[in-house]
């Protein structure tokens, strides 16, 4: 499966944005998803995934109650909207992929990733 992120952008804290990861050439149904991001300097760390069909969320501790993961598979396509946003969120986020998804919090668990996209949020 192909994976494309998008609506990434600058904005200031507080802010909303809402990513986006379109998938193509397999059955997007049949892969858990899940959001990564990584700051500059800094390890890449897990933010949230879905189950395959949205029926399991997770979050990590840092964007639980401002951050929610979904997907429409009949789309093809995952979503990160991300509410009161903070400076600290600043990174670049993917979006990846996995059919098996034993360990959803772990980015060596996905074998299909996006290219990034970079989200910035000023104080």
């Known amino acids: 499966v192909q994976l494309q992120a998008s609506g990434g952008g600058l904005v200031q804290a507080g802010d909303s944005l809402r990513l986006s990861c379109a998938a193509s050439?397999?059955?997007?149904?049949?892969?858990?998803l899940g959001w990564f991001r990584q700051a500059p300097g800094k390890a890449r760390e897990f933010v949230a995934a879905?189950?395959?069909?949205?029926?399991?969320?997770y979050y990590a501790d840092s964007v639980k109650g401002r951050f929610t993961i979904s997907r429409d598979n009949a789309a093809n396509t995952g979503y990160l909207q991300m509410t009161g946003l903070k400076p600290e969120d600043t990174a670049v986020y993917y979006c990846?992929?996995?059919?098996?998804?034993?360990?959803?919090?772990?980015?060596?668990?996905?074998?299909?990733w996006g290219q990034g996209t970079l989200v910035t949020v000023s104080s």
């Open positions: 879905i189950a395959w069909r949205s029926e399991s969320t």
């Open positions: 050439g397999r059955t997007f149904s049949a892969y858990g």
């Open positions: 990846a992929a996995d059919r098996i998804w034993d360990y959803y919090d772990d980015p060596d668990e996905y074998d299909y």
